[in-house]
C-alpha cells in the first residue's frame, strides 16, 4: 500500500514568492492533516480536513496561508506571500477518519525561504 | 495551555542496550498518547499508542508506561539496534473526537555501535 505522497520534497524561494504544497493521502483516509515541523521542534497542527471541510484550522495564519482538499482527496497548501520565517519542514499526514488515533505522516517538503 | 515535553534532548546508549525515553505532559484531560519516530528526511512513524486507562502497553521490542498520577509517559527500548537511531516524540489528544495531537520537542536516541 502506498503511503502518503508529498510534493516537491525540497523548494528553495527569496522572500514574498508564492509557494505551494501537494499532498495525497493514503487511499480511503478520510482525514487530512498538514503540519509544521520546525527544525529540533514537533509538528505543529496547521489544518484538519475531513473529507473536504476544513474542520480545524485555527493554527493556520490565514494572512499568508491557504488550504484546500476540494474534492475531498488530494490537498494544496500555499502560501503567499513566503517570509524568512516560513521556513520549516511541512508534513501532510493522513487517517481513516474520525476515532481513528493513527496518523500515518508522508516525508515532507522542506522549504527554505531567502 | 496544554504541553507536551521531554526530560532530555539527547540520549546515547550502546548497541544491545535497553533504552528509555521519558516525556512529561501537562494536560489531566489527556486520554490518549502516542510515539513516534523520525529518522532524517523522513516523516514520523508511528511506534505505540496507550489509552488513559491503561498504564502499559507492549509492542515489538518497546514498551510504553503511563503514569497518570505525576503525568509521566515513557518508551522502552529493549535491545536497541543502530536503525533505532532518530528522534522520538511523544503526542498526546485532549478528548476523545478531538483528533489534535499535541506534539512535544523530541529526543534524538543515538545507538553506538
Known amino acids: 500500500e502506498a503511503g502518503v505522497v508529498q510534493s516537491p520534497r525540497y523548494k528553495i524561494i527569496e522572500k514574498k514568492q508564492p509557494v505551494a504544497f501537494w499532498c495525497n493521502p493514503i487511499s480511503g483516509h478520510n482525514t487530512l492533516y498538514w503540519y509544521r515541523q520546525n527544525l529540533g521542534q514537533g509538528p505543529e497542527l496547521l489544518i484538519r480536513y475531513e473529507n473536504e471541510e476544513a474542520v480545524d484550522d485555527s493554527q493556520l495564519p490565514k494572512d499568508r496561508f491557504s488550504a484546500e482538499r476540494l474534492k475531498g482527496v488530494d490537498s494544496t497548501l500555499k502560501i503567499q506571500p513566503a517570509e524568512l520565517g516560513d521556513s520549516a519542514v511541512y508534513l501532510c499526514?493522513?487517517?481513516?477518519?474520525?476515532?481513528?488515533?493513527?496518523?500515518?505522516f508522508g516525508p515532507g517538503t522542506r522549504l527554505t525561504v531567502t | 495551555g496544554e504541553s507536551v515535553g521531554l526530560h532530555l534532548p539527547t540520549l546515547s546508549v550502546q548497541e544491545g542496550d535497553n533504552s528509555i525515553i521519558n516525556c512529561a505532559y501537562s494536560n489531566s484531560a489527556s486520554d490518549y498518547f502516542i510515539w513516534y519516530k523520525q529518522e532524517s528526511g523522513k516523516g514520523p512513524q508511528f511506534i505505540i499508542d496507550?489509552?488513559?486507562?491503561?498504564d502499559k502497553r507492549q509492542g515489538q521490542r518497546v514498551t510504553v508506561l503511563l503514569n497518570k498520577t505525576v503525568k509521566h509517559l515513557s518508551l522502552q527500548i529493549a535491545a536497541t539496534q543502530p536503525g533505532d537511531s532518530a528522534v522520538y516524540f511523544c503526542?498526546?489528544?485532549?478528548?476523545?473526537?478531538?483528533?489534535?495531537?499535541?506534539f512535544g520537542t523530541g529526543t534524538r536516541l543515538t545507538i553506538i555501535p
Open positions: 496507550i489509552r488513559s486507562n491503561m
Open positions: 499526514a493522513s487517517s481513516l477518519g474520525p476515532g481513528s488515533y493513527e496518523q500515518y
Open positions: 503526542a498526546d489528544r485532549t478528548n476523545f473526537g478531538n483528533e489534535k495531537l499535541t
